[in-house]
Protein backbone atom coordinates (compact mmCIF):
# COMPACT_ATOMS: atom_id res chain seq x y z
CA UNK A 1 0.00 0.00 0.00
CA UNK A 2 1.67 3.45 -1.34
CA UNK A 3 0.05 6.36 -0.78
CA UNK A 4 1.38 9.99 -0.79
CA UNK A 5 0.49 13.47 -0.44
CA UNK A 6 0.93 15.11 -4.26
CA UNK A 7 3.59 17.99 -4.77
CA UNK A 8 1.12 20.15 -5.52
CA UNK A 9 0.14 20.93 -3.03
CA UNK A 10 -0.63 20.29 -5.36
CA UNK A 11 0.06 23.20 -9.88
CA UNK A 12 -0.04 26.37 -12.38
CA UNK A 13 0.42 29.89 -14.57
CA UNK A 14 0.99 28.65 -17.78
CA UNK A 15 -1.29 28.06 -20.72
CA UNK A 16 -1.46 24.82 -22.30
CA UNK A 17 1.10 25.87 -24.94
CA UNK A 18 3.46 26.18 -22.46
CA UNK A 19 3.43 30.39 -22.56
CA UNK A 20 3.09 31.59 -19.23
CA UNK A 21 0.04 34.54 -17.86
CA UNK A 22 1.65 37.50 -16.62
CA UNK A 23 3.83 36.62 -13.25
CA UNK A 24 2.60 39.46 -11.32
CA UNK A 25 -1.43 38.21 -11.77
CA UNK A 26 -1.05 36.53 -8.37
CA UNK A 27 0.79 36.66 -5.53
CA UNK A 28 1.43 33.30 -3.62
CA UNK A 29 2.71 34.20 -0.08
CA UNK A 30 5.72 31.78 1.41
CA UNK A 31 4.54 30.13 4.29
CA UNK A 32 4.65 27.03 6.70
CA UNK A 33 1.42 25.30 7.08
CA UNK A 34 1.18 22.30 9.25
CA UNK A 35 -2.11 19.71 9.26
CA UNK A 36 -2.45 16.83 11.57
CA UNK A 37 -4.08 13.76 9.42
CA UNK A 38 -6.50 11.54 10.09
CA UNK A 39 -8.87 8.89 9.05
CA UNK A 40 -11.86 10.08 6.97
CA UNK A 41 -15.06 8.72 8.81
CA UNK A 42 -17.04 9.87 6.14
CA UNK A 43 -15.74 6.86 3.89
CA UNK A 44 -15.85 3.64 5.04
CA UNK A 45 -12.35 1.84 4.92
CA UNK A 46 -12.25 -2.13 3.80
CA UNK A 47 -8.56 -2.72 5.33
CA UNK A 48 -7.71 0.57 7.33
CA UNK A 49 -9.55 1.26 10.70
CA UNK A 50 -7.47 4.63 12.01
CA UNK A 51 -5.13 6.65 11.04
CA UNK A 52 -2.79 9.86 12.80
CA UNK A 53 0.02 11.69 11.58
CA UNK A 54 1.13 15.14 10.41
CA UNK A 55 2.25 17.09 6.71
CA UNK A 56 4.54 19.80 6.87
CA UNK A 57 4.04 22.08 3.28
CA UNK A 58 6.56 25.08 3.05
CA UNK A 59 6.60 27.05 0.11
CA UNK A 60 9.37 30.08 -0.61
CA UNK A 61 10.26 32.18 -3.65
CA UNK A 62 8.77 34.15 -6.18
CA UNK A 63 8.43 34.89 -10.17
CA UNK A 64 11.80 36.01 -10.11
CA UNK A 65 14.01 33.56 -7.61
CA UNK A 66 11.36 30.88 -8.42
CA UNK A 67 9.56 28.78 -5.94
CA UNK A 68 11.27 25.67 -3.54
CA UNK A 69 8.74 23.27 -1.98
CA UNK A 70 9.46 20.96 1.37
CA UNK A 71 6.96 18.71 1.72
CA UNK A 72 6.85 15.96 5.18
CA UNK A 73 4.13 13.59 5.50
CA UNK A 74 4.30 10.91 8.03
CA UNK A 75 0.82 8.96 8.38
CA UNK A 76 1.02 5.17 10.77
CA UNK A 77 -2.42 3.36 9.64
CA UNK A 78 -4.07 0.77 11.63
CA UNK A 79 -4.67 -2.01 9.11
CA UNK A 80 -6.30 -5.36 9.24
CA UNK A 81 -2.66 -6.31 9.09
CA UNK A 82 -0.74 -4.46 11.56
CA UNK A 83 0.28 -1.06 12.00
CA UNK A 84 1.77 0.67 8.78
CA UNK A 85 4.10 3.62 8.94
CA UNK A 86 4.11 5.85 5.85
CA UNK A 87 7.14 8.18 5.78
CA UNK A 88 7.19 11.11 2.64
CA UNK A 89 9.32 13.83 1.98
CA UNK A 90 9.45 16.51 -1.18
CA UNK A 91 12.28 19.13 -2.10
CA UNK A 92 11.22 20.51 -5.60
CA UNK A 93 12.07 23.80 -7.13
CA UNK A 94 10.47 25.45 -10.17
CA UNK A 95 11.32 28.81 -11.81
CA UNK A 96 9.20 31.15 -12.10
CA UNK A 97 8.10 30.80 -15.58
CA UNK A 98 7.48 27.00 -15.44
CA UNK A 99 10.25 26.16 -17.74
CA UNK A 100 12.83 24.45 -15.57
CA UNK A 101 11.88 21.60 -12.28
CA UNK A 102 14.49 20.32 -10.13
CA UNK A 103 12.48 17.76 -8.06
CA UNK A 104 13.07 14.25 -5.56
CA UNK A 105 10.74 12.37 -3.51
CA UNK A 106 11.01 9.67 -1.20
CA UNK A 107 8.62 6.91 0.20
CA UNK A 108 9.54 4.98 2.97
CA UNK A 109 7.25 2.15 4.81
CA UNK A 110 7.92 1.21 8.36
CA UNK A 111 11.90 2.47 7.95
CA UNK A 112 12.68 0.34 5.49
CA UNK A 113 14.56 1.69 2.23
CA UNK A 114 12.72 4.70 0.19
CA UNK A 115 11.59 4.31 -3.43
CA UNK A 116 13.20 7.82 -4.49
CA UNK A 117 12.47 9.90 -7.66
CA UNK A 118 14.88 12.68 -8.37
CA UNK A 119 15.78 14.55 -11.47
CA UNK A 120 15.17 17.94 -13.71
CA UNK A 121 13.05 18.86 -15.91
CA UNK A 122 13.33 21.87 -18.97
CA UNK A 123 11.09 22.79 -21.40
CA UNK A 124 13.03 22.16 -24.93
CA UNK A 125 11.35 23.87 -28.01
CA UNK A 126 7.79 23.65 -26.31
CA UNK A 127 8.29 20.13 -24.97
CA UNK A 128 8.82 19.08 -21.27
CA UNK A 129 11.72 17.38 -21.20
CA UNK A 130 13.16 14.99 -17.60
CA UNK A 131 16.47 13.63 -17.46
CA UNK A 132 16.11 11.56 -14.41
CA UNK A 133 18.40 9.61 -12.12
CA UNK A 134 16.50 7.44 -9.72
CA UNK A 135 14.75 5.72 -9.70
CA UNK A 136 16.49 4.68 -13.08
CA UNK A 137 18.94 6.85 -14.89
CA UNK A 138 17.02 8.19 -18.58
CA UNK A 139 15.69 10.92 -20.35
CA UNK A 140 12.15 11.32 -21.22
CA UNK A 141 10.29 13.56 -23.23
CA UNK A 142 6.32 14.16 -22.01
CA UNK A 143 5.86 16.16 -24.95
CA UNK A 144 3.81 19.86 -24.84
CA UNK A 145 1.30 21.54 -22.38
CA UNK A 146 2.44 19.73 -19.57
CA UNK A 147 2.04 21.83 -16.25
CA UNK A 148 4.58 21.74 -13.20
CA UNK A 149 2.94 21.95 -9.44
CA UNK A 150 3.28 25.15 -8.89
CA UNK A 151 2.03 26.19 -12.45
CA UNK A 152 -1.07 24.40 -11.85
CA UNK A 153 -1.60 25.96 -8.55
CA UNK A 154 -1.36 29.13 -10.11
CA UNK A 155 -3.59 28.49 -12.91
CA UNK A 156 -6.79 26.94 -10.26
CA UNK A 157 -6.20 30.44 -8.78
CA UNK A 158 -7.05 32.03 -11.68
CA UNK A 159 -9.54 30.16 -13.04
CA UNK A 160 -11.25 30.05 -9.38
CA UNK A 161 -10.92 33.89 -10.09
CA UNK A 162 -11.96 34.61 -13.55
CA UNK A 163 -15.26 32.05 -12.28
CA UNK A 164 -14.30 29.31 -13.90
CA UNK A 165 -15.55 26.08 -12.52
CA UNK A 166 -13.67 23.18 -14.34
CA UNK A 167 -10.34 23.09 -15.15
CA UNK A 168 -8.66 19.91 -17.11
CA UNK A 169 -5.07 20.15 -17.04
CA UNK A 170 -1.73 17.38 -17.54
CA UNK A 171 0.42 17.85 -14.71
CA UNK A 172 4.19 16.46 -14.03
CA UNK A 173 5.45 16.79 -10.51
CA UNK A 174 7.70 13.73 -10.36
CA UNK A 175 6.48 10.89 -8.33
CA UNK A 176 6.30 8.12 -8.38
CA UNK A 177 8.62 7.12 -10.93
CA UNK A 178 10.49 10.63 -12.46
CA UNK A 179 8.35 10.19 -15.50
CA UNK A 180 4.73 9.72 -14.99
CA UNK A 181 2.20 12.63 -15.90
CA UNK A 182 -1.39 12.55 -14.59
CA UNK A 183 -4.04 14.08 -16.05
CA UNK A 184 -6.17 16.26 -13.89
CA UNK A 185 -9.44 17.21 -13.73
CA UNK A 186 -10.34 20.18 -11.10
CA UNK A 187 -13.74 21.49 -9.99
CA UNK A 188 -13.93 24.49 -8.26
CA UNK A 189 -16.52 25.80 -6.45
CA UNK A 190 -17.55 30.03 -5.83
CA UNK A 191 -15.84 31.50 -3.75
CA UNK A 192 -16.23 32.71 0.52
CA UNK A 193 -14.63 35.14 2.42
CA UNK A 194 -16.03 34.71 6.19
CA UNK A 195 -14.79 32.50 8.82
CA UNK A 196 -17.57 29.95 9.15
CA UNK A 197 -16.30 26.56 9.83
CA UNK A 198 -12.34 27.59 9.56
CA UNK A 199 -10.09 26.12 12.15
CA UNK A 200 -8.27 29.07 14.51
CA UNK A 201 -5.30 28.63 12.36
CA UNK A 202 -7.12 29.86 9.20
CA UNK A 203 -8.63 33.11 10.81
CA UNK A 204 -5.62 35.02 11.97
CA UNK A 205 -2.88 37.34 10.22
CA UNK A 206 -2.57 37.30 6.21
CA UNK A 207 -5.86 34.43 6.18
CA UNK A 208 -7.82 36.55 8.18
CA UNK A 209 -11.23 37.75 5.35
CA UNK A 210 -9.23 36.15 2.19
CA UNK A 211 -11.37 34.68 -0.51
CA UNK A 212 -10.87 30.94 -0.80
CA UNK A 213 -12.47 28.43 -2.59
CA UNK A 214 -13.43 24.77 -2.69
CA UNK A 215 -11.18 22.71 -5.08
CA UNK A 216 -11.65 18.98 -5.56
CA UNK A 217 -8.61 17.32 -8.35
CA UNK A 218 -9.01 14.05 -9.85
CA UNK A 219 -5.51 12.63 -11.15
CA UNK A 220 -6.04 10.18 -13.86
CA UNK A 221 -2.48 8.67 -15.13
CA UNK A 222 -2.23 9.42 -18.65
CA UNK A 223 -3.00 6.53 -21.11
CA UNK A 224 -4.94 4.82 -18.58
CA UNK A 225 -8.10 2.87 -19.53
CA UNK A 226 -9.88 3.14 -16.14
CA UNK A 227 -12.87 6.01 -15.86
CA UNK A 228 -11.99 5.61 -12.17
CA UNK A 229 -9.01 7.99 -10.90
CA UNK A 230 -5.90 6.96 -9.39
CA UNK A 231 -6.88 9.16 -6.24
CA UNK A 232 -8.75 12.28 -5.23
CA UNK A 233 -7.76 15.71 -2.93
CA UNK A 234 -9.99 18.08 -1.64
CA UNK A 235 -9.33 21.52 -0.10
CA UNK A 236 -10.47 24.85 0.39
CA UNK A 237 -7.75 27.45 -1.43
CA UNK A 238 -7.06 30.29 -0.42
CA UNK A 239 -6.27 33.32 -3.21
CA UNK A 240 -2.61 33.08 -2.28
CA UNK A 241 -2.08 29.66 -2.40
CA UNK A 242 -2.61 28.65 0.65
CA UNK A 243 -4.53 25.47 1.62
CA UNK A 244 -6.73 24.04 4.32
CA UNK A 245 -9.52 20.94 4.91
CA UNK A 246 -7.64 18.72 2.94
CA UNK A 247 -8.97 15.34 1.97
CA UNK A 248 -6.99 12.88 0.76
CA UNK A 249 -9.01 9.88 -1.15
CA UNK A 250 -6.90 6.83 -2.27
CA UNK A 251 -9.91 4.69 -3.21
CA UNK A 252 -9.82 2.36 -0.58
CA UNK A 253 -9.27 4.70 2.22
CA UNK A 254 -9.31 8.55 2.77
CA UNK A 255 -7.30 10.88 4.84
CA UNK A 256 -8.56 14.38 6.18
CA UNK A 257 -5.91 16.98 6.58
CA UNK A 258 -6.50 19.91 9.37
CA UNK A 259 -4.81 22.99 9.47
CA UNK A 260 -3.45 23.18 12.88
CA UNK A 261 -0.64 26.01 12.05
CA UNK A 262 0.22 28.70 9.65
CA UNK A 263 3.12 30.80 9.30
CA UNK A 264 4.04 33.38 6.41
CA UNK A 265 7.07 33.61 5.98
CA UNK A 266 9.24 36.88 4.54
CA UNK A 267 9.01 37.75 1.46
CA UNK A 268 11.63 38.23 -1.42
CA UNK A 269 11.38 41.68 -3.65
CA UNK A 270 10.33 40.83 -6.89
CA UNK A 271 10.01 43.05 -9.75
CA UNK A 272 7.70 40.91 -12.63
Not at 14 to 24: C, N, V
Request: one cysteine or more.
Amino acid sequence: MRFAYPVRAAAALSLLGGSALPAAAIQLTPHRATYAVSLDASKPGNRVNGAEGQITYELRGNPCAGYSVQLRQSTDLATEGGRLNSAVTTATWEDGDGNAYRFRVTNALNGEAPDEADGVAERKDGKLVVQATKPEAGTVQLGTGVLLPTQHVLKLITSAEQGESVLEAPVFDGSPDARKVYDTLSIIGKGVSDAKGLEEAATKGDLAGRMRFPVTISYYERGGDSQTPDYIISFDMFDNGVSRNLKLDYGEFALRGTLTAYEALPKEECAK
